[in-house]
């Protein structure tokens, strides 16, 4: 079977779900797709555009696509984003440090994000600062992604609720303009 994009991408998001970051190096998903590592190069230059592309397999999904005519107000439909990326990112094992990578290489095609940024536009946000605030959004969501994991990981009984639903309505209260629903 020949190798292809999807298969190192595919493979790559299993690793990621299985083992965690640390053990998705170019060598175990070569070993894992039975191949030399120079082939992979074939298909992604380095492991931070392959981290991109494992960043937009994980995000790219018709279960986070939000519809906002589903909803009163754009307020509304950004919170369930919002709240639909926390949990599908949540039990997916360093989730937080792959979406910061895509994030600060600045990923194209990642379309929850981008679906973000139209949000906050048609609540009445300049396009600058709807990136600003998508960027606001996406800190608090990785953040509080990563403090879960970390407790889960450490085995840490937390009792009390993390806070992220409450600190999300505050943040996007603050965020859009007065006029906006």
């Known amino acids: 079977m020949a190798l292809t994009q999807s298969a190192v991408v595919s493979t790559a998001v299993d690793i990621l779900q299985r ?8 060598r175990r998903l070569a070993r894992e797709l039975d191949v030399q590592v120079g082939a992979l190069y074939w298909h992604v230059k380095n492991k931070q555009e392959l981290l991109g592309q494992v960043a937009a397999a994980l995000l790219n999904t018709p279960q986070l696509a939000v519809d906002p005519t589903d909803f009163a107000h754009p307020r ?6 919002c709240r639909k990326l926390y949990l599908t990112l949540l039990p997916i094992q360093d989730s937080p440090e792959v979406l910061e ?6 990923v194209t095609g990642l379309a929850p994000l981008a679906q973000l940024d139209r949000l906050l ?4 946000m300049p396009a600058q600062e709807a990136a600003f605030g998508r960027q ?8 509080s992604v990563a403090y879960r994991q970390n407790l889960v990981q450490l085995d840490v009984s937390h009792e009390q609720a993390d806070g992220f ?16 629903g």
Do not use: C, E, Y
Request: overall charge negative.
């Open 19 to 26: 083992f965690g970051l640390a053990d998705l190096s170019m």
């Open 76 to 81: 509304d439909a950004l919170l369930q984003l």
């Open 101 to 106: 990578v895509a994030s600060a290489l600045q």
């Open 121 to 124: 536009q048609s609540a009445g």
């Open 136 to 143: 606001l959004l996406l800190n608090h969501i990785l953040g």
């Open 165 to 180: 639903d409450w600190a999300l309505q505050r943040a996007v209260a603050g965020l859009l303009p007065k006029t906006a």
